[in-house]
């Protein structure tokens, strides 16, 4: 193929600007469909297109005449109709991720899928709203992102930014006028949507402040006219143009400081479209004639004229124009295109697609073309922009000979790295394989790499990719997609894993297949790839009314978080419950049982876990916690009688209760003898029985809470404090106190007294169970070292050294530990003399050289 074939479809509008128009399909619909009888919608991207009939217009109609939604593929393959039942449309248009989105009259929006099928239904007024709808747009920012406007009927403007969070703003109002707005246009930036308004000859910028009102706009337009009719604003928001009832076409910045043209259209009918081509030029198109006018920035311009209507959709880089017949692409020539394919090119590019060429005939003028490329530049510039090319070009012819061309000079380029020419056959393949008719998705790679913007900047080119794979997953293509995925070598995550999850839920969908087949069908699909979720495909099916599919798919989910809240939401509850305690997850256990104490009868409820011990257990263990009154419950329930008497005791302990205790340590003491506890019943009587005691004790002697809540051990001391040793020997009898431990209570609370002639009496009384070390002890203890020392002499001979050492009697120490050899008793007695008694320290360490002690 020639250059001069190439570039037959090009035309020049001023110096080294070239435009082309590609014809992308033969458009398969019905011969029948003539585009000026439709409301025609088109979807960006290559999307779907949607066709109604012009109630405006009177044409012949077969059937019953309810108005009808027909939309089509981007060749024009029938996809689906529908018949529109509801309220009449005001405007109707695409959202960028393919939703037909529907405006009504009365406010409400209906957004349904490509299919057909309702999506999502919303009112964009908040609140009661009297006005009714006369016009609406929808609209793309520059972030990608979908808005909606509309118009009521007295004119003000409401505007939605995005139809993922409905948050309606009305917009600043203009000075009252009794004429009527002749057109309006949505100008969306990043962080605001202001909008154009046209009013006769007035033109004004609203912005989002409805108690603001907007100033009149002075645009430099030299002819003079009396009203704007239509107006364009470009995707990026920055160029605007408009035009005007004397038939002139004005283009200049949205600021309306830089005027770029105004050019003479020689028509003053008010044109039906009127869109950017990119950011370069405009078309407008007139539907009395059939006439397109193509006028670029500079002020020069190309009249073409249709057989029949057209419908024109701005894409960001370019316009589709789509006719009955055919479906074409209106685009600037891509700059590396121009280069190569121009005539009389010097660039290496050229040079490299001839040399391919003549070595494809077999002739030797491919080598002298080599030689000319390396003479004047690069062969690795000329591989490079051949690859740059080849992914502007549809036809696949051009492809293959740009191809080609960059594989011959490959060949001539040692060590050159086949990355972006491995890469570059991979993206022809999947884009090729997409604008096939069947497909019907049409894009171009500026659009592919536009797609990763849509609320997300800093996405990567598989977020790209991604967005290009839901496309087929919506159309149910999902074969195609998993040949995209893996020729792309995308990740599991974007790729096949998420492919196959969402061909797993289409799978469920199907209301005719046996759901045992199913199940075990999308188990060995999927088997347990990374990224695959069986919850999600659990829950569509769950969706769909199929609850034992979801639970048979359920157990191929190894997440038993995951089984587990999908379980109760269908209300398997011991199935959820089972999984959870299988996965040795405490939190899980816990979270299901108190989900299930929710929403469950009590009485269920507990017949359930007690059926689970490990829950029960854990339930146990939060009642005990936070929920003391169903401890209780579950106590009573299960027959559990040491536990219900050791509650009691617990809430009697508490000093809130303290009235109630002895109630509460009798209803104990039945419980332990019904559960055959009798240890514990016994110590709750003797609990009982001291409490009595304590009580009469303090009416005895008119004392509050000195003894009761003591010890019995507490309750003695006090006695003997009081010096009151009958009661003090009654509580030693009635409770059982050991004699060693009276003994030690009775000899430390005299001496604490300095009662020294009672303590001499009680050691004379009778022999003591506890020895008289205990006396010097406690002597000793209240500084009175006599009194010690009367009672060393009845202290065992072994001991002596030790409480002489004791109560710091050196001399008498170091005696009997030398008459006992004792040579451990003598070192500490020398360890602390060390400083005080240089004498007997001398002394001391002679008895130890006596006693042939060596250090």
Known sequence: MSSALITANWFLLGRDLYFRRLEIYSMEWNQEIKLENFIVSSASYGGPLALRRDDRKITKVRGPGQPVISIFSGSGMTVTSFKWTQRPIVHMGWSNEEKLICIQDDGNVVVFNMFGKLFHKFNIFPKVHDAKIVDAKVFTNTKNVTGIAVMTSNFNIFIVNSIKDIKTRQLSDVPKSTVEPTCWEVVSEEFSTDVFFARGKELYRLKQDEHHTSAMLQPDISNPYSAILEMAVSLNARHLCFFTDSGHL??????????????????????????????????????????????????????????????????????????????????????????????????????????????????????????????????????????????????????KMLIRAAQFGKCFISGMNSHKYVKMCCLLRVLNAIR?????????????????????????????????????????????ALQIAKCLKLPESVGSSYIMVHWAKYKVGQHQADEEIVAREIASKLGYSSGVSYREIAEKASEFGKNKLAIKLLEY???????????????????????????????????????????????????????????????????????????????????????????????????????????????????????????????????LKLSKFQRELEEKFQSENKFVGKSVHDTCKILLEMKDVKLAEKVKNDFKIPDKRYWFLRINTL????????????????????????????????????EALKYMQKVPDDLKAKYYLKIECYSEAAEIAFQQRDIQSLLSVQCRLAKKNPELLLKVTGMLNQLDYKN
Request: proline residues 2%; charged residues 25%; negative net charge.
């Open 751 to 786: 001496a604490a007294l300095k009662e020294w002639i009672e303590l001499d009496k009680f050691a004379k009384l009778k022999k003591s169970p506890v020895g008289y070390g205990p006396f010097v002890d406690a002597c000793w203890a209240n500084h009175n070292k006599d």
């Open 250 to 399: 004005w283009l200049g910045s949205t600021d309306l400081r830089h005027k770029y043209c105004e050019i003479e259209t020689y028509t003053i009918h008010r044109p039906k479209q009127l869109v950017w081509c990119g950011n370069e030029t405009v078309v407008v198109y007139w539907e009395q004639d059939h006439t397109v006018l193509i006028v670029a920035k500079n002020g020069q311009f190309v009249q073409d004229t249709y057989d029949h209507a057209v419908h024109l959709l701005a894409e960001i880089d370019g316009v589709r124009i789509i006719s009955s017949a055919r479906h074409e692409l209106l685009q600037k020539v891509p700059e590396v295109v121009q280069k190569i394919f121009r005539i009389n090119s010097t660039e290496p590019g050229s040079f490299l697609l001839e040399a391919s060429k003549q070595f494809q005939k077999g002739s030797h003028k491919a080598n002298e073309y080599i030689t000319l490329i390396k003479s004047k530049s690069s062969l690795e510039d000329a591989v490079n922009q051949c690859l740059d090319a080849v992914k502007y070009e549809f036809d696949t012819d051009i492809q």
């Open 557 to 687: 989910e190894s997440k038993a978080s995951e089984q587990v809240e999908l379980l109760l939401k269908l209300h398997e509850n011991k199935s959820a419950l089972h999984n959870a305690i299988e996965s040795g997850d405490t939190d899980l256990i816990y979270m299901v049982v108190l989900k299930l104490r929710e929403k469950m009868p009590l009485g269920d409820f507990k017949m359930t876990i007690r059926n689970f011990p490990v829950a029960q257990a854990l339930y146990i263990k939060y009642c005990k916690e936070y929920y003391k009154s169903a401890l209780a419950e579950i106590y009573i329930q299960e027959d559990d009688f040491p536990s219900q008497a050791q509650m009691i005791i617990e809430e009697s302990l508490s000093d809130k209760n303290s009235h109630l205790r002895d109630s509460q340590l009798t209803v104990a003491i039945e419980a332990y003898n019904k559960g055959r506890k009798d240890l514990y019943a016994s110590m709750c009587e003797e609990t």
């Open 436 to 480: 096939h008719f069947k497909v019907g998705i049409s894009l171009t790679i500026e659009q592919l790499k536009y797609m990763k913007l849509r609320e997300s900047p800093s996405a990567d080119e598989n977020e790209a990719l991604k967005n290009l794979l839901d496309r087929l997953i919506v159309r149910n293509m999902y074969y195609l």
